[in-house]
């Protein structure tokens, strides 16, 4: 067929759904901004209101730093357990198949739909020392309720779907057929896990433990029932914040919120480096 001045007819220009580029980055730069950006910067920005002597006596009291050792410490023990547990759990629900799989997968995701206050009145009737766990712990002297091990139970409970729903897709996509060729080619069980298997999920892993970190550090509903709240013993970070609050020591709670705000963005930084470095060996490892 002859076009007219022998032109070939242009091609479509490809349907998008979305807008445009610009429109579409303005939109998401705007949006961040709004729900992100402006509330932490009105945060640092009454921060820097206050003189350093007066923030420097406001984040480093007693009383502030034993929440901050209870608060990090609960949170990066309950994330180590979080990422060898939930390892193991993703593994089950992902390679075998047994009868209530489907509710033990549903379970998983109990954590983000029950709201913190119940989770919190549950494990304190469990492991309180009348309760149905603690009765039997408590005349071994193991105290979990009211105690730093009973924020870190409540931590571990929250965090737990965080680990399991970022490593079970990973799982899910792994090559079977990589295990099998390790094993014809000799390697035991332990060394197709350590050198097959754990570096293919590390970066998700990683990611989870993050994850579980960082809502382990800001919990706040499900931590004060069954800590206690006891100042220099089971007094967690948030929860001195909102007492400050209370007691209209808004310069002190700010103070406090953004030593755990720059601690957190540290924190994760750290990890997605880490992350970005894992890829690029593994790329280079591929080639």
Avoid: H
């Avoid at 076009?3 to 242009?10: A, I, M, Q, V």
């Avoid at 923030?55 to 480093?60: D, K, M």
């Avoid at 304190?124 to 712990?137: C, D, E, H, M, S």
């Avoid at 609050?245 to 030593?259: F, H, K, M």
Wanted: charged share 15%.
């Amino acid at each position: 067929m002859v076009y007219p001045s022998g032109l070939l007819p242009r091609a479509s220009a490809p349907t998008r759904v979305l807008p445009g580029f610009s429109l579409s980055l303005g939109f998401t730069v705007f949006y961040l901004s709004l729900v992100v950006l402006i509330p932490l910067s009105a945060l640092l920005l009454n921060t820097l209101q206050m003189s350093w002597d007066a923030f420097w006596l406001a984040v480093s009291s007693p009383r502030v730093v034993a929440s901050y050792r209870l608060s990090f410490g609960a949170a990066l023990a309950a994330a180590a357990v979080n990422a060898v547990f939930g390892t193991l759990l993703a593994w089950t629900l992902v390679r075998y198949e047994f009868p209530g799989k489907k509710l033990l997968d549903a379970l998983v995701d109990l954590p983000f739909a029950l709201p913190t206050a119940v989770a919190g009145i549950a494990l304190t009737a469990l492991y309180a020392p009348n309760g149905w766990i603690g009765r039997y712990l408590e005349p071994w002297g193991i105290k979990v309720a009211f105690t730093p091990l009973g924020v870190a139970v409540a931590l571990v409970f929250i965090g737990l779907p965080f680990v399991v729903r970022t490593i079970q897709p990973v799982l899910e996509d792994t090559e079977k057929e990589l295990e099998e060729a390790a094993a014809c080619l000799g390697a035991n069980r332990l060394q197709i896990f350590s050198l097959v298997i754990f570096p293919a999920i590390l970066p998700a892993l990683l990611t989870g433990a993050a994850l579980a970190f960082a809502r382990a550090l800001g919990e706040y509903g499900s931590v004060i029932f069954i800590a206690g709240n006891m100042p220099m013993i089971s007094e967690i970070t948030p929860l001195l914040i909102i007492t400050k609050l209370e007691q209209y020591d808004y310069a002190g709670a700010t103070a406090i919120a953004v030593v755990m705000l720059g601690a957190s963005f540290i924190m994760l930084l750290a990890i997605n480096v880490l992350q970005a470095w894992m890829r690029r060996e593994g790329q280079k490892e591929k080639r």
